[in-house]
C-alpha cells in the first residue's frame, strides 16, 4: 500500500523538487539576497524532517564553545508566540518551544532566542554575543552562515529516501555540497569500519569538507517533579511517552533494558492534550506490575510543565531521560578543531561590555 502512495505523489514530489532546486540556484547565483554576518554563525541542521539529533548536537557545541559568549537561535517549533523572543524565567513551550526551553532551562548563561526570521533574529542579538547558533536553519539561505553542520541519521542510509510529500527529505540529498561538516549520528556503537567506508562512498567532498561518525549516550533518569532516583531494570515496567520525530532508538534502548515497555507515541513537537495524559495515567494505574514508572524524553518533558498537564502527572514516578551525542574517538579531534578554528579566525575585535 505505501509503495502505491508514493507512486500516486511523485508528481507532487517532482514538482516539489523542481521548486526547491530553482530556489537553491537564485540564492546560488545572487538572485535572492543572504546576509553574510561580521560574527562565528554557525548552522546545525538537516535535510530530512526532523529525528537527527539537531537538539543534542547544538547542546554539544555550547560546551565545546564554552569561552565565548554564545546565543542559541531558533525558529521556536510549535510555540503559539510569532517574532523575535527572548527566553526569560516566564518562558514556556509555548511561548518559545521545546526545544528553545531545554536549552534555557539547561544553559542558563547562553541566550536563547526565537524568531521566524534569522536574519532580523541574529540582528538583535549579535551586539552583545560572538557566536551565534542557529538551530535548524540549512534551508533558511537568506542567512550566509559561516559554518554549516549538516546531520544524517544512520538508519537513514539503510533504505531509500524521497522528496517530500512522497517521502521526508526537504531538499535532494546532493545539498550536503553546501555544508563544511557532515555528522552521521544515531550510530550503534558496534560499527565497523568497512560500514563507514561504505556510508563515505555516498558523498564526493569536496577538499575543505569532513565527514564523523557519532553515536547516543544515555544519562541517568532526573525526576521531573523532583524526588527519588529510579533505574530500570528486567523486571521494571515502563510505559514510554514521546512526542518526537524518531522514538525507535530509544525504545530499543530500553528495551535492552528490560522486555516490559508500553508506547504511547506521538507525532513531533505534539502538544499533549489533558485527555492524552489521563488515558496514559488510567493505563498505569491498571497495570498489574509492581515496578513501574513513566519515562519520557527531555524535550517532551518541557511539555508537560503547564498546569493543565502537571496536576495530573504530580504523585505519578515520571523521569526524562536526557541524552548526548558521542562522537567516534577518531572523528572528535577535527570535528572539534574545525570548528574552534572557525570561531577563532573568524572571530571580530570584541566590543562586548565587560563583566
Known amino acids: 500500500m505505501l509503495r502505491y502512495l508514493r507512486l500516486l505523489l511523485f508528481p507532487f514530489a517532482l514538482l516539489y523538487g523542481m521548486v526547491v532546486m530553482l530556489r537553491n540556484k537564485l540564492y546560488d547565483w545572487g538572485i535572492f539576497k543572504s546576509v553574510r554576518f561580521d560574527l562565528p554563525v554557525i548552522c546545525i541542521g538537516n535535510v530530512v524532517v526532523g529525528g537527527t539529533g539537531k ?34 524565567a516566564h518562558a514556556t513551550a509555548e511561548t518559545i518551544g521545546d526545544e528553545p526551553l531545554q536549552y534555557h532551562q539547561k544553559f542558563p ?44 541519521d544512520f538508519a537513514s542510509f539503510m533504505h531509500w529516501q524521497f522528496l517530500l510529500p512522497m517521502g521526508n527529505l526537504r531538499e535532494p540529498f546532493n545539498a550536503y555540497r553546501r555544508a563544511d561538516a557532515l555528522l ?27 565527514l564523523s561518525f557519532a553515536s547516543i549516550k544515555y544519562g541517568e533518569l532526573v525526576p521531573l517533579f523532583g524526588g527519588e532516583n529510579q533505574s530500570v531494570r528486567a523486571t521494571t515496567t515502563v510505559f514510554l511517552l514521546t512526542g518526537i520525530a524518531n522514538p525507535v532508538p530509544l525504545a530499543n534502548y530500553l528495551k535492552s533494558q528490560t522486555p516490559n515497555l508500553v508506547a504511547f507515541e506521538f507525532p513531533d513537537h505534539y502538544h499533549f492534550s489533558q485527555d492524552d495524559i489521563r488515558q496514559l495515567v488510567k493505563a498505569f494505574g491498571e497495570h498489574s506490575s509492581k515496578e513501574k514508572i513513566i519515562i519520557t524524553t527531555e524535550k517532551d518533558s518541557k511539555r508537560l510543565l503547564g498546569d493543565n498537564l502537571k496536576d495530573l502527572l504530580l504523585n505519578l514516578p515520571i523521569f526524562y531521560l536526557p541524552i548526548q551525542i558521542d562522537l567516534a574517538v577518531t572523528d572528535k579531534q577535527t570535528f572539534d578543531q574545525n570548528i574552534l578554528d572557525y570561531v577563532a579566525r573568524t572571530k571580530r575585535v570584541s566590543n562586548l561590555p565587560q563583566a
Do not use: M, W
Not at 542579538?125 to 533558511?140: C, G, M, R, S, Y
Not at 556503537?189 to 567532498?205: N, P, T, Y
Open 109 to 152: 548563561h547562553v541566550t536563547v532566542a526565537v524568531c521566524e526570521d534569522r536574519v532580523k533574529g541574529i540582528n538583535q542579538l549579535k551586539a552583545n554575543h560572538e557566536v551565534i547558533l542557529l538551530d535548524d536553519a540549512f534551508q533558511h539561505r537568506a542567512v550566509k552562515a559561516g559554518f554549516n553542520i549538516l546531520l544524517f
Open 184 to 210: 552521521i549520528t544515531k550510530v550503534p556503537v558496534a560499527i565497523s569500519q568497512e560500514v563507514k567506508e561504505e556510508i563515505g562512498k555516498g558523498f564526493l567532498l569536496h577538499d575543505q569538507q569532513t
Open 55 to 88: 537538539t543534542p548536537t547544538t547542546e554539544y557545541l555550547v560546551r565545546l564553545l564554552a569561552d565565548y559568549q554564545v546565543a542559541i537561535l531558533s525558529r521556536g517549533y510549535g510555540r503559539k508566540t510569532k517574532g523575535f523572543v527572548l527566553a526569560d
